[in-house]
C-alpha cells in the first residue's frame, strides 16, 4: 500500500482553505496603500505560492489535482450557500437578513471567481512549467515570479469583466481596466515577497525525496552519496 503523503496533504488543506476563505470573506472592502480592495485578496496568493512549490517539485499532473480539488469545493461550497440562505428561517433567529446578506453574492460574482480561478491557475501552471523548461530547471525565483504576476493578471481581468462589465451605465471597459491596474499591481507586490516562501517550501517538501526513491536496504546501509541525485531528486542547482 502506497503511504500517505502528509506533505502534500497539508498543502492541499492550506490551499482550498485558502480559496475557500478568499471567496467567503471577499465582500468587506479595504485601503491597502491607497487601493481599495477586498480582503479576499488575502487568500489568493497563497494557492498561487503553492501549486508553483508543487509543481516544483511534485510535477504538473499533481499540481492538477490541487486546481481540481479546489474548483470542486467551490462548487460544494455555492451548493451548501444557496441551500442555507434560502431555507426559511426559524422564528428564533432575527439575524436572516444579515445572513443571507453576507452569505449570498450574486451569481455573476460567484461564478466569475470560479472561471478566473480555472483560467488563472491552469494558466500558472503551464506558464511555470514552460518557463522550467526555458531555464533548464534554474531560476525559481524567475519562473515563480513570471508566472504568477501574468496568472495574477488574468486572474483580475477575468473576474472584473465577467463579475462587473456592463453591470451599470459606468462600467464600460475604460472603468473596469482603471479598476483591474492597480488591483493587480498590488498583486504583483504580494507575488515579489513571497518568493522566499517558494524556496522555503521546495526544500521543505522536497526533502526526503531522495531517501523514498532509494532501496530501502541501501538507504540505511549506505545512505545518499553526497553530490549524487536519484531519480526523483530536485535539481537544487536549479534553485
Not at 486546481?67 to 428564533?92: D, K, R
Request: glycine share 8%; net charge neutral; charged share 15%.
Amino acid at each position: 500500500m502506497k503511504p500517505i503523503d502528509y506533505k502534500i496533504q497539508i498543502l492541499l488543506t492550506i490551499f482550498i482553505s485558502s480559496l475557500l476563505l478568499g471567496n467567503l470573506l471577499g465582500g468587506k472592502l479595504v485601503e491597502i496603500f491607497g487601493i481599495v480592495t477586498s480582503v479576499g485578496l488575502f487568500g489568493y496568493p497563497p494557492t498561487f505560492l503553492i501549486t508553483d512549490i508543487v509543481e516544483e517539485v511534485k510535477g504538473r499532473e499533481v499540481t492538477k489535482i490541487f486546481v481540481h480539488a479546489g474548483f470542486l469545493s467551490l462548487c460544494i461550497a455555492l451548493f451548501f450557500i444557496f441551500v442555507s440562505t434560502g431555507l426559511p428561517p426559524s422564528p428564533l433567529y432575527p439575524h436572516n437578513e444579515a445572513y443571507n446578506h453576507v452569505f449570498s453574492g450574486s451569481l455573476r460574482i460567484i461564478l466569475a471567481s470560479m472561471i478566473a480561478f480555472l483560467i488563472s491557475q491552469y494558466h500558472d501552471i503551464w506558464a511555470f512549467n514552460f518557463w522550467k523548461k526555458k531555464t533548464n530547471g534554474r531560476c525559481l525565483w524567475l519562473r515563480n515570479n513570471l508566472s504568477t504576476i501574468v496568472s495574477q493578471l488574468l486572474d483580475s481581468t477575468v473576474f472584473m469583466f465577467i463579475a462587473f462589465y456592463h453591470a451599470g451605465p459606468e462600467m464600460g471597459a475604460a472603468a473596469i481596466f482603471s479598476m483591474i491596474l492597480p488591483l493587480w499591481i498590488l498583486k504583483v507586490i504580494f507575488a515579489l515577497l513571497d518568493t522566499p516562501f517558494v524556496y522555503l517550501g521546495v526544500k521543505w517538501l522536497a526533502s526526503g525525496e531522495e531517501k523514498e526513491n532509494l532501496h530501502p536496504d541501501e538507504g540505511r546501509e549506505t545512505g545518499i552519496v553526497k553530490g549524487q541525485e536519484t531519480p526523483g531528486s530536485l535539481n537544487r542547482s536549479g534553485l
